[in-house]
């Protein structure tokens, strides 16, 4: 069974950093895609970065451009988040995705989320 085990949440105070992990289990991941994602209190879930199976490809959203970082370890089955000059709108419950189809950016499976919150 694929499970996904997200960690490294917490509070931080605006211009700080986090470094978020995903430890990925129940299969290899390394012909796979992964992602992270965030959802804000009143909104929807929304892609913060994205990276492909051999992580020649990378996709951030355009809010988080230039402060953070994804980047995976196929060894470890492990993909990180690097969060840098964070501001308080960075403030949400982030998840970590992985897909289910080899060489594709379908996301199938899901952790249970870690709560980042920055304040001003």
């Known amino acids: 069974q694929v499970q996904l085990v997200e960690s490294g949440g917490g509070l931080v105070q605006a211009g700080g950093s986090l470094r978020l992990s995903c430890a990925a289990s129940g299969r290899t991941f390394n012909t796979y895609a992964m992602a992270w994602f965030r959802q804000a209190p009143g909104k929807e879930r929304e892609l913060v970065a994205r990276?492909?199976?051999?992580?020649?490809?990378?996709l951030y959203a355009a809010s988080v451009k230039g402060r953070f970082t994804i980047s995976r370890d196929n060894n470890k089955n492990t993909v990180y988040l690097q969060m840098n000059s964070l501001k308080p709108e960075d403030t949400a419950v982030y998840y970590c995705?992985?897909?289910?189809?080899?060489?594709?950016?379908?996301?199938?499976?899901w952790g249970q989320g870690t709560q980042v919150t920055v304040s001003s």
């Open positions: 995705a992985a897909g289910a189809t080899p060489f594709s950016y379908k996301l199938d499976y």
């Open positions: 990276i492909s199976w051999n992580v020649d490809n990378t």
